[in-house]
């Protein structure tokens, strides 16, 4: 088992760049840009990405609405991934969000790491408002890597 999180090993570099990670989104992934989400920081495991403030992205209350924040959490759990295999064929198993308030208007930060990465790799997503650290959502998720592209587990 390989863990992202592990304060005795010595950090690895992301395995791709965000600039590399944007041109797959748009070759690959068009659908990314529906929701304008844009990946500001991609490590090795981990990932940073920002919902833009739209009207479109609120329900009644002025509220994010929640499938905007599950797209957020599964894009920005996708670049980790990536970012930690250099798999871009990997594909969600499964996510689960937990929604812990409402969701301020105005941009969503998202902030994922692996905890796992492997066959099976999983994570977990914080999501807060641009003006607050008080999470609105917290998502786990775990990833199906095609298995010659990752270490045995």
């Known amino acids: 088992m390989s863990s992202c999180t592990d304060p005795t090993s010595a950090p690895q570099p992301a395995r791709i760049s965000v600039t590399d990670f944007q041109r797959l989104l748009a070759e690959q992934h068009p659908f990314a840009e ?55 064929n990997a594909v969600t198993a499964s996510l689960t969000i937990n929604f812990l308030r409402k969701s301020p208007a105005g941009a969503i930060i998202a902030d994922a790491r692996l905890l796992k990465v492997g066959r099976m790799t999983a994570g977990e997503v914080l999501l807060h408002g641009e003006r607050s650290s008080e999470p609105v959502a917290h998502i786990v998720s775990t990833w199906s890597v095609p298995a010659s592209h990752h270490p045995k587990t």
Do not use: K
């Not at 929640?66 to 670049?79: H, K, N, R, S």
């Open 34 to 88: 529906v929701l304008g989400i844009e990946i500001t920081d991609i490590g090795y495991g981990t990932a940073r990405a920002v919902l833009p403030a739209r009207d479109s992205h609120q329900r009644l209350g002025g509220i994010v609405a929640g499938p905007m924040l599950m797209g957020l959490a599964d894009l920005v759990l996708y670049a980790a991934v990536v970012g930690a295999t250099g798999q871009a």
